[in-house]
């Protein structure tokens, strides 16, 4: 990301203009939201648009929608949602699919690491919130430095339950209070999943005219 950032171009209405695998690609994004009644952000959505071409030929185009909504419950679910790639290119299509496929996991990863570990942590001790920091700026480095050896010896030995959190293996999710029944939660999750707001014809109308406002622009 760092090598296609470096080259962009962004022009007026926010889309970027740069390096692509191959070719040149342009990234457009679309911003939605909606506030309840009490003037908080019940759902946003970021549909991102990538395009790649090459001498005029789309090598490939794909759409990614980032966001979030308000459950029932009150909690606020985040998702990284693929909508559709189209590649016409054979084996570049399937390489750039799949290093979609594996960033996309790694971020639902690592957000929920630092989410459940350190997003939280007290403002009053400088240690924690410096751990926060290296968590938020550099996960991978961070978990090479804290978690490399813990890892390890987890995968090796198991691990205990009643040792820190901070000395615990990277990918033990601990420290939630409202367990609930995985039956339960299954089936909620089945039925959430097909109301996603990008996914609700209302939304996908306000998406569409949210396009249409940005060209005007």
């Known amino acids: 990301s760092k090598i296609m950032l470096r080259n962009a171009r962004f022009d007026d209405t926010g889309n970027v203009t740069t ?3 191959p070719g040149q690609m342009r990234v457009s994004m679309v911003f939605s939201d909606e506030a309840n009644d009490e003037g908080v952000t019940d759902w946003f959505n970021k549909r991102e648009r990538f395009k790649d071409t090459l001498f005029g030929y789309t090598c490939y185009d794909m759409v990614i929608n980032y966001g979030f909504r308000t459950l029932e419950d009150g909690s606020r679910e985040c998702y990284h949602f693929g909508e559709y790639f189209h590649g016409n290119l054979p084996i570049v299509s399937q390489i750039m699919l799949l290093a979609f496929k594996v960033h ?23 240690e924690e919130e410096e751990m926060e920091e290296q968590s938020r700026a550099n996960m991978p480095l961070f978990l090479l430095k804290n978690y ?21 293996p990277s990918f033990l999710i601990t420290g939630r209070s409202d367990e609930r029944d995985d039956e339960d ?33």
């Open 19 to 21: 390096t692509g695998i």
């Open 104 to 126: 996309a996991r790694w971020v639902a990863w690592a957000t929920e690491h630092h989410i459940n570990h350190y997003a939280f942590v007290s403002n009053d001790n400088e």
């Open 148 to 168: 490399a050896w813990s890892d390890l010896m987890a995968m090796l030995f198991g691990y205990k339950d009643d040792v820190s959190i901070e000395k615990q």
């Open 185 to 217: 939660v299954d089936h909620r999750d089945k039925e959430e999943e097909k109301k996603l707001p990008f996914q609700q014809e209302a939304v996908q109308i306000q998406i569409r005219e949210d396009i249409e406002t940005d060209k005007r622009v």
